[in-house]
């Protein structure tokens, strides 16, 4: 027997590990089917609509809180679908 026999796992382990990246690379990137919005999208620009209008002005204002939030009122903050 000779030991050119042998060779052969040697070159097994970078081809395996090769061949193992490209399989989990192809699987987790999915680059072939995934969506390309640049391309596959197309958007119309429209004229912009509405108006800017001043509604109140806070100066020098010494509160941490704003008033009327919600923060400490979960139940009313988180909503549950079917309810």
């Known amino acids: 027997m000779s030991d050119d026999s042998g ?3 040697l070159a097994a382990g970078p081809v395996g ?3 193992l990246y490209w ?3 192809r699987y987790y990137r999915n680059t072939d ?3 390309a919005f640049e391309r596959e999208t197309t958007i119309e620009a ?3 609509t509405g108006s800017d209008s001043k509604v109140g002005t806070v ?3 010494q509160e941490t809180r704003i008033g009327g939030d919600n923060v400490y009122e979960y139940r009313k903050r988180v909503q549950r679908n079917g309810k």
């Open 33 to 35: 089917k995934s969506h």
């Open 7 to 9: 060779l052969w796992l």
């Open 59 to 61: 100066t020098g204002t």
């Open 23 to 25: 399989m989990l690379y």
């Open 46 to 48: 429209k004229p912009i």
């Open 17 to 19: 590990a090769t061949a």
